[in-house]
């Protein structure tokens, strides 16, 4: 025939093989021998008929070296019919690149067998080339049909689709040509086609219509491509055709953009039960009526490594479903609630993959009474009353880690799972691995940092007789980890108290770590009791100095730490409360009355970033009513992506402006919108009510500064402990007295304050203008003086001394009659 009697015929679209991914295509025998070789494998792997043909396929493919021999990965194949995958192919210049090989056996005459090798780079796919018509299918790995035509157009080798696909039976095909089996003008065209293509030695894709003599007229489309194969000799040898069904193929395509949309999907979260249920989603109802995804009940939280598979002792581990989606509203197949346990019967295949992480298809699933399904009632009856008639099972791996498995049903679909839905199932699953095991890690990092924080945070909080307190502290959902956040009450001497919060920038093991650090170094000045601008700034340093000394990243940028803090000293006596803060939000104060106020503060420059110049930090001093409330908190409590801080602020301030209700139940009120909705900042609220001491539990003396100080001293606490009740401390409290006032007087000028105050402790304080902080000596025996600090420490719990505006305090504390007692621990002589 003609060419211009062939182009008169309506074959339906043409395109060229240039306008997609080049598809290398060969034939072996059946010891895995080249034995035809086309154009577009030369292009891939840069080796030409001549270097090919005659050798072992291990040259271009080490999956056939890989095995002991070619004849045992041959022998693999023929028991598979076939072998599809991703695998390694070797260029002439040593470059390794990974391409989809599909590997089909044909039948020939006299029982001889060749096998049909398809690879196609995946470095070329473009979405266009997913879509095409014949690499959609083989990449998909629906059925295809192939046929083998000789130089004379007879066909010499075919597999079991292409009869399928034409209706022509294989022992009617082979030793004929096509227009011998099927005379016809379609028939001829196809030859004319074959023909043309087997002397150019090109490609060519046609989609046409076929109609099975058994079908009645009904026809139905294909896609076809033919190829021209090579010998030794670069001659041609013959044209082998691949034909796919339309049908399959745009299902094909639709599995393709399913799984490229998995990636996408699937990696857009670190929430594994998030991961988990839109895998689920993915595959209803493209793949399955139902799928449900049941991991290792740690898998959520990564609390413990993950099983390692095969198991040791058929060791199985406890699943609980992490997601699962069906075709009907509701998942009514599934006898399992979704964050609920799953139980495995013995012998299921359940049991099968756990134990040797291989996956499971059961086309025709078995329900006859007493197999294992009955093992649990609930599976049972859920598989008979909703028809399961179809089945597999795939086991989530992360290498040798097993984390779960994945189950695929079929009730309303009548197809049974086969091969190719086994293979798209286990690339699902493929996919969902990377994001599941990230989200693992993950999990795995915020759970120790979690534990981290919640062991460095305040288990008890001690305000003394200064303030009551109750704290909340929600940690960011698993998207965003743990952050920062931290806060603490820190008794200080006479009855006052530090409060203090903050927050570090970032999130997980890091920044749980350096807030414990910052908690641990407030706390160590805390207790030299500096003034709370003073204190920040030597904060400051500790966090640059930090800074400076981590070990720079593997990047080379310097580490970047910021913290923010509010620091404030509250004395119950004064009812005075001295606040100083690094870039921290101001606290939110109510008085007795329920007006709220957010005072004025200098803001101040946050720790740890060298941006404090000459004096960064200011003290604030308030005087407050008794029973006033302050609320001290983190800007995850104030900011969101839904309104600004000001807005926060507001709603903060109208929560707790009913100051006379309880703590708990304030810090109830002022967090409850955050228990119902993921937050992507730590959510932190410490709130006191302040209280005072009172004319009866403090006394405050004026005294010269002479050498009958010490003796109106010790009568004036005598007659106070009287008033108090507490005589059973003058004796030790008029010594005390009476060592301090007289250093006082000695080293000091100007009059001398003498305090007590009963709270907790009795504790006695000496005011001067000297600004030296006294030191502890051990007098030797022949020394009249530096015996009288001594003296103070062993007679009370711990003493010390703190600055002051006009020079300093020294104070010491005696705990009260019938509390337990805990004594300074004696110093020994040197």
Not at 436 to 462: G, K, S, V, W
């Amino acid at each position: 025939m003609t060419t211009k009697s062939f182009d008169t015929l309506t074959l339906g679209k043409h395109s060229n093989g240039l306008d997609m991914p080049d598809t290398a295509l060969a034939m072996l025998d059946e010891q895995g021998t080249v034995v035809g070789w086309t154009q577009a494998a030369e292009h891939l792997v840069g080796r030409s008929a001549e270097s090919v043909v005659g050798r072992s396929a291990a040259l271009v493919l080490p999956l056939f070296g890989e095995r002991q021999s070619t004849s045992d990965f041959v022998k693999h194949c023929r028991a598979q019919n076939g072998w599809s995958g991703t695998t390694a192919v070797r260029h002439r210049d040593g470059r390794v690149m990974e391409a989809c090989l599909r590997i089909t056996m044909l039948r020939g005459m006299a029982g001889a067998v060749r096998w049909f090798v398809s690879l196609i780079d995946t470095g070329t796919l473009s979405g266009d080339a997913m879509s095409s018509l014949v690499s959609g299918p083989l990449l998909g790995r629906a059925p295809i049909g192939v046929a083998v035509r000789d130089p004379q157009l007879r066909c010499v080798f075919a597999n079991d689709v292409m009869a399928e696909h034409d209706g022509i039976p294989c022992d009617k095909r082979l030793g004929r040509r096509l227009t011998e089996v099927v005379p016809g003008p379609r028939s001829e065209a196809l030859e004319a086609m074959t023909q043309q293509v087997l002397q150019s030695g090109t490609t060519k894709v046609h989609e046409y219509r076929t109609w099975l003599p058994m079908g009645k007229g009904r026809g139905y489309p294909l896609a076809a491509s033919f190829h021209c194969l090579q010998g030794a000799d670069g001659e041609s040898l013959g044209v082998c055709l691949v034909s796919a069904d339309l049908a399959e193929s745009r299902l094909a395509r639709e599995r393709l953009a399913a799984v490229g949309e998995a990636e996408a999907r699937l990696g857009g979260t670190l929430d594994v039960m998030r991961i988990s249920q839109e895998l689920a989603d993915l595959a209803v109802p493209l793949l399955a009526d139902l799928v449900a995804v049941d991991l290792e009940q740690s898998t959520p939280s990564g609390d413990h490594s993950a099983v390692r598979v095969p198991s040791a002792g058929g060791h199985r581990p406890p699943l609980r479903r992490a997601g699962h989606a069906s075709i009907h509203a509701g998942v009514p197949e599934s006898p399992w609630v979704r964050g609920g346990p799953v139980t495995v019967p013995q012998a299921s295949p359940f049991a099968a993959v756990l134990s040797t992480g291989r996956s499971h298809l059961e086309p025709m699933l078995d329900r006859t009474p007493g197999i294992w399904m009955d093992q649990v009632p609930a599976i049972g009856e859920k598989v008979r009353s909703h028809g399961v008639h179809s089945l597999m099972v795939v086991p989530i791996r992360a290498q040798n880690a097993l984390l779960g498995v994945v189950l695929f049903l079929r009730t309303e679909d009548p197809t049974p799972f086969h091969e190719g839905d086994l293979l798209l199932a286990e690339e699902l699953v493929r996919r969902a691995v990377r994001a599941l095991d990230n989200a693992r890690r993950y999990a795995r990092e915020q759970t120790a940092a979690l534990t981290l924080q919640r062991n460095l945070l305040p288990r008890r909080l001690r305000g003394g007789t200064a303030v009551e307190t109750a704290s909340r502290y929600l940690p960011a959902d698993v998207e965003h980890g743990v952050g920062g956040d931290w806060f603490d009450v820190i008794p200080l001497s006479g009855a006052r108290v530090a409060l203090v919060v903050g927050d570090v920038v970032g999130h997980g093991l890091h920044a749980a770590a350096t807030m414990g650090t910052l908690r641990a170094a407030v706390r160590t000045l805390a207790d030299l009791e500096l003034p709370p601008a003073e204190l920040l700034s030597r904060l400051d340093n500790t966090l640059q100095r930090l800074v400076e000394e981590d070990p720079e990243p593997a990047d080379g940028t310097a580490a970047v730490v910021g913290a923010t803090c509010l620091y404030a000293v509250y004395d119950p006596a004064t009812r005075v409360c001295t606040m100083a803060r690094a870039g921290h939000p101001p606290p939110a104060i109510i008085d007795p009355q329920g007006r709220v106020a957010f005072p004025d503060l200098p803001t101040g420059a946050p720790l740890g970033l060298g941006l404090g110049l000459g004096d960064p930090f200011q003290s604030v001093e308030l005087e407050l009513p008794e029973g006033s409330l302050i609320a001290f908190y983190t800007d995850g409590l104030v900011e969101s992506r839904d309104h600004d801080i000001d807005d926060g602020m507001n709603s903060l301030g109208a929560a707790l402006a009913e100051p006379d209700q309880a703590l708990e139940d304030l810090c109830d009120r002022a967090t409850e919108s955050f228990l119902e909705q993921t937050s992507c900042d730590d959510v932190t609220l410490l709130l006191v009510r302040t209280c005072s001491l009172g004319a009866n539990r403090a006394a405050s003396w004026t005294l010269p500064s002479d050498e009958c100080a010490s003796g109106k001293a010790r009568q004036l606490v005598t007659g106070q402990l009287r008033t108090w009740g507490l005589d059973a401390l003058a004796d030790s409290t008029e010594l005390i007295v009476s060592e301090l006032v007289t250093n006082a007087v000695r080293h000091g000028t100007g009059t001398v304050t003498l305090c007590l105050k009963q709270h907790n402790a009795l504790t006695c304080e000496v005011s001067d203008t000297n600004v030296c902080v006294p030191q502890l000596r051990s007098a030797g025996i022949t020394d009249e003086n530096g015996r009288g600090l001594f003296l103070v420490a062993q007679l009370s719990r711990r003493w010390g001394s703190r600055p002051a505006p006009e020079g300093k305090v020294v104070w010491a504390e005696q705990e009260l009659p019938g509390a337990s007692r805990t004594r300074s621990r004696p110093l020994q002589a040197a």
